[in-house]
Structures are given as structure tokens and as C-alpha cells.
């Protein structure tokens, strides 16, 4: 008969709280730690976090009397201490076999936290498209087309860390015991708790940050002695293997979150690869010349597609263009 992988609909919020208190026994360990290992989908995870959580926070506010069954100890404890205790009482009052259960099974959670830790999901996505995220920690991630992340089922207990080429925009929770670091090619971008744009794409050279909220820290990986504290409102760019400032307008760079295509570039080349990533097409320059844009300072809205985009860029420039629409090719001449 073939064995069912428990889903997590086999694991009660109430076993999962007897768990964290070391109440349970060696088969509802057992039970626990194969509904954790069956899933490979964020939702086993998450919610294993989310009792833990719940548990913690429960102990750092809870009298230690209450949790021991005695009202007139007014102190108040963490999870680590309270096993410690628990470990020295079974030693002491019952036996040393219940204390080496008791920590074997934290040095068991111990061991899964760790693994998740160091178990990371990579998300890439398509062109045209745009993924919201939240990560575990309730840091809410906006990533827009052709962008690439990569960050740990949970966090470590020091640290916050994701890498990212392409561009995202973070809203990040705040937690000033635990900086969180958006590792890129040209920076590390170190934050505790703020609103700020990414637009780092390593094969293209092109790095820039903007602030929107808060505060956030800034050190050139090209040249790590150089390290700039931003403001809000101000805009960093990578010129050469150096970081020039900007100051103003940064509402522009996070148009896109709201389907908005800023067109502020004077090169029709760098443009059409625009138009490529937010309208998920492929655009081919079949003409020997590149047309010259008289001007352009203006924004496009992606939902009204790349045929109308293409037909209000005609109006800058002078250029003709013919869509196969069996390939999704668009050819400009």
C-alpha cells in the first residue's frame, strides 16, 4: 500500500504548540518532522514559523509562573531558558534520561530551524509580468519583469539577507536587532526598517537605488571603502566603479509598481529593451540607422499594451513598425 505524505491539514495548530512546549512524545515528533520534510511549498514552512512565533512571543510576555503553574513568580523567560530549565529539573528531580530526551528534541527544532535557514528560494521573473512577495519576516517585496531573488525559507537569527539582480521594490519590516541586507553586484544595501527601489542588473552594468522612507546604508562592493548614507527622496547610480547622488523626483522610479513605464532615456536601443521586459515581446531593430528621439520625458501605461505605446512613441521619433503575431515579434524600420 502506498504511504500518504501527511499534508498540513494533519498537523492541528495545538501539536504544533505541545511541540514547542516539549510535550510531545517521541511518535508525535516523528509525526511533526515528516509533515515538515513531505511539503516543498512555503505553506509547511510558514505556518511552523508562524506557531513558533506565536509561542515566543507568548513566553517573552508571560510570567514564568504561569508557564511553570506558579502565580506568585512575577520574572519572565524565553523559549532557550525555559528548556534549560526543564532540562536541569528532569536531572535533578526525575531522571537523566527525560533531560537528554529534552535535549535531544531541541537540538532536534534546533537542527530544522537551522535547515530552513539555509534552504533558499529563488524566484525569476518573466518578462511582462510583475510578483508581489512577503517574506517571513513581513517584509513585503514588489519585483518587476526580468528581476531574479533569492532568499532563505526563514532568517538567521543575526541577520536578513537577499540577493537580487533586476529591480524590486521593498517595504521592509522593521527589527532592529536584525538588519536586513539586499545583496546586489555593485552594493549592499543594509536597512532596518524602510521603503526604498532597487534597480541592480549585473550584465548590463547598471546599478541605482532609491529612498523613499527611512534610511539606508550603502557600500560600493567595486570599491568597499566608499560607503554613502541615504536620505529620502534621494536617488544613487553607479557611474564607472563609483556612486553619484541624485536628489528629487524619486516618486518617478517607483512608477512601475503602480503599471507605470517611465520613458526618460535618450537612447531608442536602451528604450526598445524596456518596451521589451514590460510588454514581454521581442523587438527587432531591422534598419541600419537608430531613429533620434526629438525629446522624450513623459509615461507609459503597460496595461494599454505595446501597440499603443509604440504608436504615442511615433510621435518623437520617426519610425515604422510591423507586429508577426504568430512569433510576438515586432520589427522596427
Not at 529539573?89 to 537540538?107: E, H, M, R
Not at 536578513?160 to 532592529?176: N, T
Amino acid at each position: 500500500m502506498e504511504h500518504k505524505k501527511p499534508d498540513i491539514h494533519d498537523i492541528s495548530d495545538e501539536l504544533l504548540l505541545k511541540y514547542f512546549r516539549c510535550d510531545t512524545n517521541q511518535e508525535e515528533e516523528k509525526e511533526i518532522e515528516e509533515w515538515y520534510n513531505a511539503g516543498n511549498e512555503e505553506k509547511e514552512r510558514q505556518k511552523f514559523k508562524n506557531i513558533h512565533d506565536f509561542y515566543e512571543a507568548y513566553l517573552l510576555n508571560a510570567p514564568i509562573g504561569m508557564i511553570q503553574g506558579n502565580p506568585s513568580v512575577p520574572e519572565t523567560t524565553v523559549h532557550k531558558k525555559k528548556i534549560y530549565r526543564r532540562i536541569l529539573l528532569a536531572a535533578t528531580n526525575i531522571a537523566a534520561a527525560i533531560a537528554i530526551f529534552f535535549a535531544a528534541t531541541y537540538i532536534s527544532r534546533e537542527s530544522i530551524r537551522k535547515e530552513m535557514a539555509e534552504t533558499f528560494t529563488s524566484i525569476e521573473v518573466p518578462p511582462g509580468q510583475r510578483i508581489d512577495i512577503c517574506l517571513c519576516d513581513g517584509t513585503s517585496v514588489k519585483l518587476n519583469s526580468g528581476a531574479k531573488i533569492q532568499y532563505p525559507n526563514i532568517f538567521s537569527k543575526d541577520s536578513r539577507e537577499v540577493h537580487l539582480d533586476g529591480e524590486a521594490y521593498f517595504d521592509v519590516a522593521h527589527d532592529s536587532e536584525k538588519p536586513f541586507i539586499v545583496r546586489t553586484f555593485a552594493s549592499d544595501i543594509e536597512v532596518l526598517g524602510t521603503e526604498f527601489n532597487v534597480n541592480a542588473i549585473e550584465n548590463a552594468g547598471k546599478f541605482s537605488a532609491t529612498l523613499i522612507e527611512g534610511s539606508i546604508r550603502l557600500t560600493n562592493r567595486l570599491r568597499p571603502e566608499k560607503e554613502i548614507i541615504m536620505r529620502p527622496d534621494q536617488t544613487v547610480r553607479l557611474a564607472g566603479n563609483d556612486f553619484s547622488i541624485e536628489t528629487g523626483n524619486a516618486n518617478s522610479a517607483v512608477r512601475w509598481t503602480k503599471g507605470i513605464l517611465n520613458v526618460d532615456t535618450q537612447d531608442f536601443a536602451e528604450l526598445m529593451k524596456k518596451l521589451e521586459m514590460a510588454f514581454g515581446v521581442k523587438i527587432v531593430i531591422s534598419r541600419d540607422t537608430m531613429p533620434e528621439l526629438k525629446y522624450l520625458n513623459g509615461k507609459l501605461r503597460i496595461s494599454d499594451g505595446i501597440i499603443s505605446a509604440l504608436n504615442v512613441l511615433q510621435g518623437v521619433a520617426d519610425f515604422q513598425y510591423v507586429k508577426d503575431y504568430n512569433t510576438d515579434t515586432i520589427y522596427i524600420k
